[in-house]
RNA sequence: GCCCCUGUAGCUCAGUGGAUAGAGCAACGGUUUUCUAAACCGUUGGUCGCAGGUUCGAUCCCUGCCAGGGGUGCCA
C-alpha cells in the first residue's frame, strides 16, 4: 500500500493498518495501490504525501475522489490540474474504474464501472456478513460500560453509556474482534456508606418491605442532602459525611453488619437493574462490580508503595503525578481505599485474565481527568501491552442546558419512564395506521405489545446513538421518543415495507437466496442504492475505527433515503421483464438484510409487519 | 487560580484541510385507482461566536478574545 491516507470521511486512516483491518471488499486500499502506481508512473514522490481517496462529497462528480493532486503540484511548483491530469493518464485500474475525471482546482474524480459494483453486491450478497468479514488478525477488546451506582435507580443520564458501550462492542464483534464486556458496577464505593448509614438510622420499614430498592434510593436522596453544600469551606468536618465514610470504611474492612446488610442489598439492587437491561436486550460477559476486586486492593497499594508510586500524604496514600495537580488518592486517611485504587486493579486484572490489546472504558466526559491518572499511574504501575482509552461522551443536559445531576438527588426522567413513553406512543402510532380504512398497512395483531416495544426502544436508543458521543445534548422527551424523520421507526418502517414486497410476491426467500442473479444498476435509483449498499462495509469501519455509531445512523438515513428512491421510481413486481424484477428484488433483500444487520449493530430489532 | 470541553439555520444537532456547509423538527405548499402516507416532493431559513495567523485552499489546524459548561487530594 501507498503512503497514502485512506480517508473513511475524516477517520483516522492509520488505524485502519493497524487494527489489521483487511477484508476482501476493502476498495480504499485498491485504489490507493492504483493512484500510488500512477505517481511513480509519472515521476512524482508520494513520501509525505497529504493525498487523500474518499467518498465523493456529492454524488453528481462520482464515488471516490483523489484530492492529492493540488498539494503535490504546490511540492512540486507545476500547475495543479496538469499534475492531476498526469495523474489520470497513468491512473489504471480497468477493471474497477469507468471513469477518471480531473475537476475543479485539480480534484480527480473516480467513478466505478457498473459491472464491477454489481459484482461487488453479489460478492456481499453470498457472504453471510454481507462481505465485512473476519478483521486479520482479531484483537481482544475489553469493554466496560454502562456500570451504574446499584443503590440508584437507573436514569436517562445511564442510558448512553449503556447502549453506546453496547452498539460499540456490536460493531466490533462483528467486524470480527474478540470483544469482552464487562458491567463494572458501582457496588461497593461511598454510595454504600451513604445508604449504610441511611438504612441504620431513617428506614422507612414499611416502604423497604414493599419496594426495597425505591426505599434504598430514598434514603441515599435523604442523606445527600443533609451533606454540607460544596460551598462550605470545610466538608471534613461534616459530621453525616463522616458517618457515611465511616459506614464504608467499616464494609471495606470487613464489618460484620455492613457485609450482611450489603449482602442483602445486592441481589435487590440488582435485580432492579437487570430489568432495564432485559428490556434494552443488552448482555454482558461480566458484571465484576468494584467488590470483585476488593481482595487486591491492599496488594495495589503496597505494589504501588513498593515502586515509590504512591507515598503518604496527609495520613493518606497518594501518586502525585504532575507539579501543582492534586494527588490521585489510592487510599483514604480512614483506610477507605478509593475508586482510583479499585480501577487500578481493575485494570491489572484485566491485563493478566484476558491480555487484550484494548481497553475501552464508555465513560461520562467529565471524568476525563480521572482517566488520564488512571492510565498515566496503569502504564507506569504494570507497562501493560494494552491500550486504554476514555470512549468519553457528552452529558445530558436539562432542560436550563445544565448537566442532569443525580449526585444532588435531581428529579430526573427514569429509564424505566422514558421507555414506557416511548412504547406507549409506539402502540398509539400503530394503532392509529391499523384502522381497516383501506389506505392503511398490514395490520399486525399477533403481537402488539411486543412491536410497540421494538419501536419505542429503538426510537429511544437511535435517539442517543444519532449523536455525536463527544458533544452534550439537550434532553427532549419528544425527540427521544420521536418516530418520524431521521429515526429507527423510519428504518424499521423502510424494512417492514420491503419485506411486503417479498410476501405481495410470493417469493421463497430460501430459493431467491440461493439462486442469486446478477444486479442490474441501470437506472439513477438502481445505482444510488447499489452504491449506498456497497459502502455498508466503509460505514462498519468507520463506526469501528473512532468508536461511533452516530457513523452508523448517519449511512442508515443514506442507505434508507437511497432506497426510499428507489421504491418510489423503480417498480419491483410490476418490472418490464422477470430479469429486472429478479435483479429489484435482489436489491431489494440485500437493502433489507444491510437495514437490518446496520439496525443489529445498534442494538435495534426489526418487525417484519409494521 | 489551574486544566478540559463546547459555540454551525427559529429549535435539536450532523459534518469536513478542499468544489455551492447539511439533516431532523418547526413553518408554508404539494403528492394516495400504482409493491405500506410511520412515506415522498418542493419552498423559506446561515457573517459556521469574534479577531488575527498558518496554508495553494480554513467552518475544520494555531494564538488571543468573548460567551456558556465541566473538572480540580479523602464521592464515583
Known amino acids: 500500500m501507498g503512503k497514502f491516507l485512506i480517508t473513511l470521511r475524516g477517520s483516522l486512516p492509520s488505524c485502519l493498518r493497524e487494527t489489521g483491518y483487511s477484508y476482501p471488499m476493502q476498495l480504499l486500499s485498491k485504489l490507493a495501490v492504483g493512484i500510488t502506481q500512477a505517481i511513480n508512473r509519472c515521476g512524482f514522490p508520494n513520501k509525505d504525501l497529504e493525498g487523500q481517496i474518499r467518498q465523493v462529497a456529492d454524488a453528481k462528480f462520482g464515488d471516490y475522489q483523489f484530492n492529492g493532486a493540488m498539494g503535490l503540484a504546490k511540492e512540486l511548483g507545476l500547475p495543479p490540474r496538469e499534475v492531476a491530469v498526469r495523474i489520470a493518464e497513468h491512473l489504471s485500474l480497468p477493471d474497477i474504474l469507468a471513469t477518471v475525471e480531473v475537476a475543479g482546482p485539480g480534484f480527480l474524480n473516480l467513478r466505478l464501472r457498473n459491472d464491477w459494483l454489481s459484482s461487488q453486491l453479489q460478492t456481499m450478497g453470498a457472504s453471510d456478513c454481507l462481505g465485512v468479514g473476519r478483521a486479520n488478525p ?18 436517562v443520564g445511564h442510558l448512553r453509556s ?3 458501550g453496547d452498539s460499540i462492542a456490536r460493531v ?10 464487562d458491567n463494572h458496577l458501582g457496588d461497593w464505593g461511598t454510595q454504600f456508606g451513604i ?7 431513617q428506614l422507612n420499614q414499611e416502604n423497604f418491605a414493599k419496594d426495597p430498592v425505591g426505599e434504598l434510593a430514598r434514603l441515599y436522596v435523604e442523606v445527600r442532602k443533609q451533606f454540607k453544600t460544596e460551598e462550605s469551606e470545610d466538608q471534613t468536618t461534616d459530621p453525616v459525611q463522616e458517618a457515611c465514610r465511616n459506614e ?8 460484620e453488619e455492613n457485609r450482611r446488610l450489603w449482602q442483602q442489598f445486592m441481589p435487590l439492587c440488582l435485580k432492579e437493574i437487570q430489568k432495564v437491561y432485559d428490556r434494552l436486550d443488552i448482555h454482558f460477559d461480566h458484571t465484576h462490580g468494584e467488590s470483585h476486586y476488593q481482595p487486591f486492593l491492599h496488594g495495589v497499594v503496597e505494589s504501588l508503595e513498593k515502586q515509590g508510586l504512591a507515598v503518604e500524604t496527609d495520613g493518606a496514600m497518594g501518586v502525585f503525578l ?3 495537580q492534586p494527588p490521585a488518592l489510592v487510599r483514604k486517611r480512614d483506610g ?13 486484572s484485566r491485563v493478566q485474565e484476558n491480555d487484550p490489546a484494548h481497553i475501552l472504558y464508555v465513560v461520562d466526559s467529565r471524568q476525563a481527568f480521572h482517566f488520564q491518572q488512571l492510565f498515566e499511574i496503569a502504564r507506569t504501575w504494570l507497562k501493560p501491552k494494552a491500550q486504554l482509552h476514555h470512549v468519553s461522551f457528552g452529558s445530558v443536559l436539562g432542560p436550563d442546558r445544565r448537566p442532569i445531576k443525580t449526585r444532588s438527588g435531581d428529579a430526573v426522567a427514569s429509564l424505566d419512564q422514558l421507555l414506557d413513553e416511548a412504547t406507549r406512543l409506539a402502540r398509539e402510532v400503530n394503532q392509529s395506521n391499523s384502522q381497516p380504512d383501506g389506505s392503511s398497512g398490514e395490520a399486525p395483531e399477533e ?19 444519532s449523536q455525536n458521543r463527544t458533544s452534550d445534548y439537550v434532553f427532549n422527551w419528544e425527540k427521544m421518543v420521536a418516530m418520524d424523520g431521521n429515526t429507527a421507526t423510519y428504518m424499521q418502517y423502510a424494512y417492514a415495507r420491503n419485506r411486503s414486497i417479498f410476501r405481495k410476491g410470493g417469493i421463497d426467500m430460501e430459493k431467491f437466496r440461493i439462486d442469486l442473479r446478477s444486479i442490474s444498476l441501470e437506472t439513477a435509483e438502481e445505482r444510488q442504492l447499489g452504491m449506498q449498499l456497497f459502502r455498508f462495509l466503509e460505514a462498519v469501519q468507520h463506526a469501528g475505527v473512532d468508536y461511533r455509531p452516530n457513523v452508523l445512523t448517519s449511512y442508515l438515513w443514506d442507505l434508507a433515503k437511497a432506497y426510499s428512491i428507489f421504491f418510489q421510481n423503480c417498480p419491483v413486481l410490476k418490472a418490464e421483464s422477470e430479469a429486472l424484477k429478479m435483479s429489484r428484488l435482489g436489491l431489494c433483500d440485500l437493502t433489507a438484510r444491510v437495514l437490518k444487520t446496520t439496525l443489529d449493530l445498534l442494538g435495534i430489532r426489526v418487525l417484519e409487519k409494521m
Not at 482479531?138 to 436514569?155: C, E, G, Q, R, W
Not at 462483528?174 to 470483544?179: D, R, T
Open 322 to 324: 504532575k507539579e501543582g
Open 447 to 465: 403481537d402488539a405489545a411486543g412491536d410497540a416495544e421494538v419501536i419505542g426502544i429503538g426510537a429511544v436508543k437511535y435517539a442517543d446513538l
Open 138 to 155: 482479531p484483537l481482544t477488546y475489553v469493554i466496560d460500560f454502562s456500570s451504574p451506582n446499584v443503590a440508584k435507580p437507573m436514569h
Open 162 to 164: 449503556t447502549i453506546i
Open 172 to 181: 466490533l464483534r462483528f467486524l470480527g474482534h474478540k470483544v469482552i464486556t
Open 195 to 201: 445508604i449504610l448509614h441511611g438504612f441504620k438510622n
Open 336 to 348: 477507605a481505599f478509593t475508586y482510583m485504587t479499585t480501577d487500578l486493579a481493575t485494570i491489572q
Open 248 to 255: 464504608t470504611a467499616k464494609l471495606h474492612h470487613g464489618d
